[in-house]
T-cell receptor, first 117, second 110 residues
Framework: DVKVTQSSRYLVKRTGEKVFLECVQD?????MFWYRQDPGLGLRLIYF???????EKGDIPEGYSVSREKKERFSLILESASTNQTSMYLC????????????????FGPGTRLTVL | GQQVMQIPQYQHVQEGEDFTTYCNSS?????IQWYKQRPGGHPVFLIQ?????EVKKQKRLTFQFGEAKKNSSLHITATQTTDVGTYFC??????????FGTGTRLQVTL
């Protein structure tokens, strides 16, 4: 079974702090994703990565950055946390795909509920 | 950009009643996936549909992909309390990334 783990289930930070959310997958998946989930808005893609050191902006990248130094690890960074970044953050991974071919299933981690005070 | 909407946003049914959630995309999709998220849990893949007009069944769940490949539906027959959760559709448009719908939260009571 694919296992995607996230560093924390719950996190409380103060406005202006730098926040690191870590995600690790154990199935050698090329693609990794960061989403945030808010009521009524579904899952919105922040950033994704299809290879080590590669990253692509998703739909809502503002205020976030990412790092993928190793294939199994994808980090989401909030440079200066703000209250509107209070949310559930979900990491996912999937197998690679040739250009133009739909990806395989996404496997999600348990999520990190971040509260910014 | 591509948008995927789901209706209803929330539905409360009595156990044994049927339930349907509808998924509509602003653009044509190459495929549609459905995920279920239990309360307090994370989304888990249920199924993928690829062909225009395709219908697939998983026990009491019936999934359909529209002829124009811009909409999809999930129908649950005779709901049970174990069906409680949020159901998301997700589709690939022209871009390679998956766009998730807004989700439908299902509550089932005895």
């Amino acid at each position: 079974d694919v296992k995607v783990t996230q560093s924390s289930r719950y996190l409380v930070k103060r406005t202006g702090e730098k926040v690191f959310l870590e995600c690790v997958q154990d199935m050698d998946h090329e693609n990794m994703f960061w989403y945030r989930q808010d009521p009524g808005l579904g899952l919105r893609l922040i950033y994704f990565s299809y290879d080590v050191k590669m990253k692509e902006k998703g739909d809502i990248p503002e205020g976030y950055s990412v790092s993928r130094e190793k294939k199994e690890r994808f980090s989401l960074i909030l440079e200066s946390a703000s209250t509107n970044q209070t949310s559930m953050y979900l990491c996912a991974s999937s197998l690679n795909f040739p250009s133009g071919t739909p990806t395989d299933t996404q496997y999600f981690g348990p999520g990190t509920r971040l509260t910014v005070l | 950009g591509q948008q995927v909407m789901q209706i209803p946003q929330y539905q409360h049914v009595q156990e044994g009643e049927d339930f349907t959630t509808y998924c509509n995309s602003s653009t044509t999709l190459s495929n549609i996936q459905w995920y279920k998220q239990r309360p307090g849990g994370h989304p888990v893949f249920l199924i993928q549909l690829v062909k225009s007009g395709e219908v697939k069944k998983q026990k009491r769940l019936t999934f359909q992909f529209g002829e124009a490949k811009k909409n999809s539906s999930l129908h649950i027959t005779a709901t049970q309390t174990t069906d409680v959760g949020t159901y998301f559709c997700a589709g690939h448009g022209t871009a390679s990334k998956l766009t998730f719908g807004t989700g439908t939260r299902l509550q089932v009571t005895l």
